[in-house]
């Protein structure tokens, strides 16, 4: 999961349709990308690091997810 790209949505009160909506994409598309699933267009990250003004290579790494019980 991208928590970097996750946790600046949070912080800007987004939700992920908000997102996908900004971006011009579809909202499985856009959760696809935050859940690490898919990569995104450069495009998209240009467009995320400006909404976000976080530089994108933070907001493209990918955490392990923990195993919950």
Known sequence: MRMNLKNARKEKSMTQKQVADY???KVEYYK??????RVGAVELWDALEDLFNIHQRELRKVHAQEDSP
């Open 23 to 25: 971006l011009i994409i």
């Open 32 to 37: 696809k990308i935050e859940y690490g699933q």
